[in-house]
């Protein structure tokens, strides 16, 4: 089993940044891919970023690309989603999940994922 906490969400006005840091504890060397996504209230959950955790990959949705940035801490075995330029429609509940190995970290799709988090929340507002 693996653990994931997040921590870093926020109220932030547009144009400023968070952090977010999802902490993996238990079987963390299960995983090969960890990855955030995001869901707004009465929506489905959309993948934003995902990290390969033994490689260099590092894979964002278009809606994001050149704001945010995936990162790893494997000493800490945190991975953190920096959010740069934060628009009102990033406003969403964040989560982080784990594969548990054999995931794809490419397809960004929450059914590559066994491991989640319970969420941290971000408002922008503008």
């Known amino acids: 089993q693996v653990q994931l906490v997040e921590s870093g969400g926020g109220s932030v006005q547009a144009g400023t940044s968070l952090r977010l840091s999802c902490a993996a504890s238990?079987?963390?060397?299960?995983?090969?891919?960890m990855g955030w996504f995001r869901q707004v209230s009465g929506e489905g959950r959309e993948g934003v970023a995902a990290?390969?955790?033994?490689?260099?990959?590092?894979y964002y949705a278009d809606s994001v690309k050149g704001r945010f940035t995936i990162s790893q801490d494997n000493a800490k075995n945190t991975v953190y989603l920096q959010m740069n330029s934060l628009k009102p429609e990033d406003t969403a509940m964040y989560y982080c999940?784990?594969?548990?190995?054999?995931?794809?970290?490419?397809?960004?799709?929450?059914?590559?994922?066994?491991?989640w988090g319970q969420g941290t929340q971000v408002t922008v507002s503008s």
């Open positions: 990290i390969w955790l033994r490689g260099t990959g590092t």
């Open positions: 238990g079987a963390t060397y299960m995983n090969n891919c």
């Open positions: 999940a784990a594969d548990g190995g054999g995931g794809n970290c490419g397809v960004l799709s929450f059914y590559e994922y066994s491991y």
